[in-house]
């Protein structure tokens, strides 16, 4: 095999990029053939990390204890794949050990009273606390108007149209008794460029199923490097992720090959 292969190239390697399909909860190759395999979206690329644990075979020689093989323990393989891509619905409730939770929804509000953020001498207003802006016990979002009688928006009270809350910033005008804005609000549902997801997290810590992942590089005239197709695995979340203003968020799962390996295709 030549050595400048675009295999063994370090710029190929490093200049790639790869894919992942899973077939969740697939227990068998024609299971997940026929439940077919989800996209999982943008990936920097993958470490593969494996591990051969062995045993000592021991032989004594005259007083003197000699290691004189190994017999076969432990073998793992597998990959820890990293993104940028956090807020994705296929990623994220893997790095929040998470299930479906309810979404966000809401009925559209044209100028209605919305319930009285209440006020009393045994729960009196704080000042700068947000309190949140409720329709029928419910959180209302994404606020187009906002109103309290009598008030003036920015001098005192403010509000997060967005989160659906308000806060008291004036001193001369800290509610002494209940208050009822006013607000109006469009109808949120799953076409709607606001919507969100729901997302219950710390409920689910492994999962499994089929994986298809393949490698790319830079190699126009044939970029796909690597096929590792129809193995079982294991996911479980890698290193913790995290947002700063100052880079790319990053984090990563590792998908761990289990009883059925698959097979992989190389470029050669």
Request: charged share 20%; glycine share 8%.
């Amino acid at each position: 095999m030549p050595l400048n292969s675009q295999l063994h190239h370090s710029r190929a390697e490093l200049s790639g990029a790869c894919r992942l399909l899973l077939s969740l909860d697939a227990s068998t190759r024609a299971a997940a053939a026929l439940a077919g395999f989800e996209e999982f979206g943008g990936l920097k690329g993958y470490e593969l990390q494996g591990e051969s644990k062995t045993e000592p075979v021991l032989k004594p020689f005259f007083g003197v204890m000699r290691q004189v093989d190994e017999s076969p323990g432990l073998l793992t393989l597998g990959y820890e794949l990293t993104t940028t891509e956090i807020a994705d619905a296929r990623k994220l409730k893997y790095f929040l050990a998470g299930t479906a939770g309810q979404d966000l929804a809401q009925a559209a509000l044209a100028a209605q009273v919305a319930d009285a953020i209440v006020f009393s001498a045994q729960v009196p207003a704080v000042l700068n606390r947000w309190y949140d802006v409720l329709k029928n016990g419910v959180r209302v979002r994404q606020l187009s108007a906002f109103a309290i009688a009598g008030k003036v928006e920015g001098v005192d009270f403010i509000v997060d149209y967005e989160n659906g809350a308000v806060r008291f910033p004036s001193a001369a005008y800290l509610p002494a008794a209940n208050v009822a804005p006013t607000i109006s609000a469009p109808a949120i549902d799953a076409t709607h460029a606001k919507f969100m997801r729901g997302l219950r997290p710390m409920q689910n810590q492994i999962w499994r199923g089929y994986a298809r992942l393949y490698s790319y590089d830079q190699n126009q005239a044939n970029r796909l490097v690597m096929a590792h197709e129809d193995f079982s695995f294991t996911l479980t979340l890698g290193k913790n992720f995290g947002l700063k203003h100052d880079g790319n968020a990053e984090a990563s799962i590792k998908l761990m090959i289990a009883a059925d390996e698959g097979v992989v295709l190389h470029r050669d």
